[in-house]
């Protein structure tokens, strides 16, 4: 079983930063895949970025190009999101997500993820 554990979540204001961990336990064998999302009230859940066993192919949504950056620690493989610049709509409760995937490539935001932290809440305002 994987767990997933969420941190470092806050209010700030427009464009001020945050930095989101998400610790991993369990098995590493079904988790080298990992992405944050994030889902606002009344909104459906967005991916935000994911990244690949090892730091490998991040992907990022549109929306946070060039101000989000998810990386991970190669030693106790937490994840890290450094959200920068953030503005009133990047409010939302971010989740930290998990699954298996054969290959770097496949490791994007459509895929299913099988494992989920209970969230971290992230508050902008203007």
């Known amino acids: 079983q994987v767990q997933l554990v969420e941190s470092g979540g806050g209010s700030v204001q427009t464009g001020g930063s945050l930095r989101l961990s998400c610790a991993a336990s369990g098995s590493p064998y079904t988790r080298n895949c990992i992405a944050w999302f994030r889902q606002a009230p009344g909104t459906p859940r967005e991916g935000v970025a994911s990244?690949?066993?090892?730091?490998?192919?991040?992907v990022y949504a549109d929306s946070v190009k060039g101000r989000f950056t998810i990386s991970q620690n190669n030693t106790n493989k937490a994840v890290y999101l450094q959200m920068d610049s953030l503005k009133p709509e990047d409010s939302a409760m971010y989740f930290c997500?998990?699954?298996?995937?054969?290959?770097?490539?496949?490791?994007?935001?459509?895929?299913?993820?099988?494992?989920w932290g209970q969230g971290t809440q992230v508050t902008v305002s203007s």
């Open positions: 990244i690949y066993g090892g730091g490998f192919s991040p």
């Open positions: 997500a998990a699954t298996l995937a054969t290959r770097p490539t496949f490791c994007t935001l459509s895929m299913a993820y099988t494992y």
